[in-house]
């Protein structure tokens, strides 16, 4: 057990080098020059050569992406072409507010989605599992900015009931209200797919021979839904992990509708200003989430299912 | 003596997407405390069916029962959920075709027989554990404390059979139900499972039906035998007499196409032509008759009621001249 969860995480090296790799190139990749956000049109030569030269831009690009990457490790991601402040510090502010958007809608979205899935998969083919089943469909096909849009017209503009921009300020009561529009907009997805993944998982089991076992041995209705929720659990947490990484990374259109100044707002004004440190470090950033929360999936899984382990 | 089973004309009726599937019809059982009966049949004979009503196992919403079943003095199909869980797996328990499918994967062997136990006598977790080892030993598996804490993949084929086997003991059941447990396992190990199976129901004086289509195997364990076709017993007695002098015109087709010790090298064995029939429809008239080599006009009517003579019974028209035919003509295992 304890090996398995040591080899998982050597294995994460090289894929977390990966990322950083992708994330570094995607600013050389980009049509137009990375620098011309920086440089006035009408600049001199010998100016433009000590911007580059104070950017380390006319290194060759595997020394660029050394260095860069030794001081990402280190925490230093560099300093905001547009508003002049440490990268690290625009990001870790913005974080915490994409980190309460994310949870609360995860926890809407796979509340939810594990309720409705069991629902479905218990009473299959019957007219709740067709509505809970559309629901799903629903908030999986809906483009969730629509639905922000939608919810904001519906609860603030015309009920007056919900604030409909940006994260508020004091008490946590005071700030909650701003929470729940973009936090609900956003569970949809996720309560759409782990629907579907709870039913159809749920639903398998439910129909195999080892379920009609454990009925012949006696057992409760509670005490099989516990063997089947044991027997469920790796892939819903497999998908739901995913979600989540979505939920974190994900959140850029509905952040910039409900102006939540999260990562996902932050990113969307670093793409329109062409602020290239900035774009870099949150997206490295999120992308490690990502990793880390697939690791941290995978070792859940062995907890619940020990075939895992061996393969 | 007293019936541990008694099964009165049970049908049972499935419904599918292509319509509704007559899979038992007018079945009757009955099985003496501490014997043990084989029933006997191909593919879709309506074996397993009946033996998962025995325990009601059926999906209730897409399956209707009919008829009547009394198990150690209850009548299965009126009880209600509680009475049911505790009648399955206290009086009757199961032992499955297929061990790999029938544990749960992701909870341990040892785990699964003490929450059986919890579960019927009430008892702490640490006394089902205790159980749990001790019926470990009992279907002789080797270092039995270490095993208790092995998952089921982490077993050999026979050895999850024997678990299963010691799950279904563990609260001492009247009635053992095994559905082909040995069809699963190598040669080797299946006659292993079979002598363990038929030596504890003995020691235990359990009463035992055994699901197979081997008829060798029917010999070896059982008492009495039920031959089922097509959702209906067509011949029912004590297992010796049956298969050394079957009545059935299907009886005889089945002993006609097995191997047996003392065979002759040369001798070929004959395959009963044709393919049973499908049970989308009620099928009043014997079902046997298209494949049968003795049919004639009348076999296409109606069923008449069963023909009992002594300890014995079988369901054909032309009973007693078809088992006088079969006396002379073929030879059969003993």
């Known amino acids: 057990m304890f090996l398995y969860i040591c080899r998982r995480i050597v294995y994460t090296v090289p894929i977390a080098l990966a990322v950083a790799v992708v994330c570094f190139s995607l600013v050389h990749l980009a049509p137009g020059d990375p620098l011309s956000a920086v440089i006035p049109a009408d600049a001199p030569a010998e100016v433009v050569e000590r911007i580059v030269k104070a ?57 939810f989605g594990i309720l409705f899935g069991t629902i479905a998969a ?30 904001v017209i519906i609860f603030s503009v015309q009920l007056d009931w919900l604030p409909s921009l940006g994260a508020g300020s004091g008490s946590f009561m005071d700030r909650f209200p701003y929470l729940i529009l973009p936090a609900v907009t956003m569970s949809f997805i996720p309560m759409g797919i782990v629907t ?92 490690m989430f990502f990793v880390a929360l697939n690791l941290f999936v995978d070792v859940l899984q062995t907890l619940f299912d020990p075939r895992i382990r061996r393969s | ?44 004979s309506g074996k397993s069916v009946t033996m998962k009503s025995l325990m009601r196992l059926h999906p209730p919403h897409k399956t209707a029962i009919a008829g009547q079943i009394t198990v150690a003095g209850q009548d299965v199909l009126s009880l209600g959920g509680k009475a049911l869980g505790d009648l399955r797996g206290k009086e009757i328990a199961m032992v499955f075709q297929e061990p790999m499918l029938a544990f749960d994967p992701v909870f341990t062997v040892g785990d699964q027989i003490a929450e059986v136990v919890v579960r019927h006598e009430g008892c702490s977790y640490q006394a089902g554990r205790d159980r749990a080892l001790e019926m470990m030993e009992c279907v002789q598996i080797p270092s039995p404390r270490k095993r208790l804490d092995a998952y089921p993949h982490e077993m050999s084929g026979g050895m999850r059979q024997r678990a299963m086997i010691a799950l279904a003991l563990s609260c001492r059941p009247k009635v053992l139900l095994a559905d082909e447990p040995t069809t699963a396992l190598d040669a080797t190990v299946q006659i292993q499972v079979l002598l363990l199976l038929r030596q504890l129901q003995r020691d235990l004086g359990m009463s035992m039906i055994f699901v197979t289509h081997d008829v060798g195997v029917a010999i070896e364990v059982a008492d009495e035998t039920a031959v089922m076709y097509a959702g ?53 008239e014997c079902a046997f008759a298209p494949r049968c080599p003795h049919a004639v006009e009348e ?14 019974m079988a369901r054909c028209v032309r009973l007693p001249e078809v088992a006088q035919l079969a006396e002379n003509a073929v030879t059969t295992p003993s």
């Not at chain 1, 629901?135 to 900015?145: D, E, M, Q």
């Not at chain 2, 049970?10 to 405390?33: Q, R």
């Not at chain 2, 076999?299 to 014995?312: E, F, S």
């Open chain 1, 55 to 111: 950017y380390g831009m006319d290194r060759p690009l595997p020394v660029q992406f050394f260095s860069w990457l030794g001081r990402a490790i280190q925490g230093d991601l560099g300093v905001s072409v547009a508003t002049g402040r440490p990268v690290a510090a625009e990001i870790s502010r913005a974080l915490g507010s994409t980190f309460i958007l994310a949870f609360a809608a995860a926890l809407l979205g796979f509340l």
């Open chain 1, 122 to 151: 218990f009473l299959q083919g019957r007219w709740s599992d067709r509505l809970v089943t559309g629901i799903a469909l629903f908030g999986v096909s809906v483009p969730h900015y629509w639905l922000g849009l939608l919810l």
């Open chain 1, 196 to 287: 579907r993944t709870v039913r159809s998982t749920v639903s398998e089991l439910l129909g195999s021979e080892f379920v009609t076992s454990l009925r012949a041995r006696g057992l409760s209705n509670v005490s099989i839904a516990k063997h089947v929720a044991k027997n469920a659990a790796p892939s819903v947490l497999a998908v739901m992990g995913l979600q989540f990484g979505y939920l974190l990374g994900g959140s850029i259109l509905v952040e910039t509708v409900f102006s939540w100044p999260g990562t996902g707002y932050l990113l969307n004004g670093a793409i329109f200003q062409r602020d290239i440190p900035l774009l870099q470090g949150i997206i490295l950033t999120l992308s």
């Open chain 2, 1 to 44: 003596m007293a019936n541990i089973v008694e099964v009165r004309d049970l049908s049972v009726t499935f419904k599918t997407s292509e319509g509704l599937v007559y899979a038992v019809s007018g079945v009757n059982l009955d099985l003496a405390e501490g014997k043990t009966l084989a029933l006997i049949g191909e593919s879709g």
């Open chain 2, 232 to 284: 209906r017993i067509i011949e029912q007695g004590p297992v010796d007499t049956v298969m050394t002098n079957p009545w059935h015109p299907y009886t005889q087709g089945l002993l006609g196409a097995t191997v047996y010790p003392d065979m002759d090298r040369e001798a070929r064995l004959v395959a009963i032509p044709g393919a049973p029939p499908q049970l989308y429809r009620q099928i009043t």
């Open chain 2, 299 to 312: 076999c296409l009517q109606p069923l008449p009621p069963p023909m009992v003579m002594g300890d014995r």
